[in-house]
């Protein structure tokens, strides 16, 4: 069983800010900072070195529409995008995610949730409600010019 796999098919709670065939997105149960979101293929693979190439295109251009929205929604100035591929590299879910997570100039260590824990229902309310939003936003944004993701 891959818990990933069981929040893209509804079976595991989570709070999903996007999700089309291709790739779905949700917010990372234990934030590193505000607005920490993990970006998964809905197709099963181990990691993003193992991906076939059409996937992992999906995954790539989705992957810009999301870090797009969670920095404008948290009016981040900078976003850290990673993807840990393999146990020597901190990897602990086996289905291939890219973390996102968003950085402030301002305040390089603040706000920030070290160590990681569980947040409350409220945050997570209201950060999957911010993002969805702005993900809508970006979208019909790169519609007008013209950037249609082929995966909508
Ligand atoms: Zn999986």
């Given at each position: 069983?891959?818990?990933?796999?069981?929040?893209?098919?509804?079976?595991?709670?989570?709070?999903?800010?996007?999700?089309?065939?291709?790739?779905?997105?949700?917010?990372?149960?234990?934030?590193?900072?505000?607005?920490?979101?993990?970006?998964?293929?809905?197709?099963?693979?181990?990691?993003?070195?193992?991906?076939?190439?059409?996937?992992?295109?999906?995954?790539?251009?989705?992957?810009?529409?999301?870090?797009?929205?969670?920095?404008?929604?948290?009016?981040?100035?900078?976003?850290?995008?990673?993807?840990?591929?393999?146990?020597?590299?901190?990897?602990?879910?086996?289905?291939?995610?890219?973390?996102?997570?968003?950085?402030?100039?301002?305040?390089?260590?603040?706000?920030?949730?070290?160590?990681?824990?569980?947040q409350t229902e409220e945050y997570y309310r209201s950060m999957?409600?911010?993002?969805?939003?702005?993900?809508?936003?970006?979208?019909?944004?790169?519609?007008?010019?013209?950037?249609?993701?082929?995966?909508?």
């Open positions: 069983m891959c818990l990933f796999c069981d929040i893209i098919e509804h079976r595991q709670k989570s709070y999903i800010v996007y999700q089309d065939s291709y790739v779905t997105a949700f917010l990372d149960k234990f934030p590193i900072k505000p607005g920490h979101t993990l970006v998964v293929p809905n197709v099963h693979s181990e990691n993003f070195l193992m991906m076939d190439s059409k996937t992992s295109c999906q995954l790539c251009n989705t992957l810009k529409t999301i870090a797009i929205a969670v920095k404008g929604a948290l009016k981040a100035d900078g976003i850290r995008l990673v993807s840990n591929i393999g146990e020597s590299a901190g990897q602990v879910i086996f289905h291939t995610h890219f973390h996102i997570m968003p950085a402030w100039s301002q305040e390089p260590d603040f706000p920030s949730f070290v160590p990681r824990k569980e999957q409600s911010v993002i969805m939003d702005a993900v809508k936003s970006v979208l019909s944004n790169s519609q007008i010019h013209g950037e249609v993701n082929e995966s909508t």
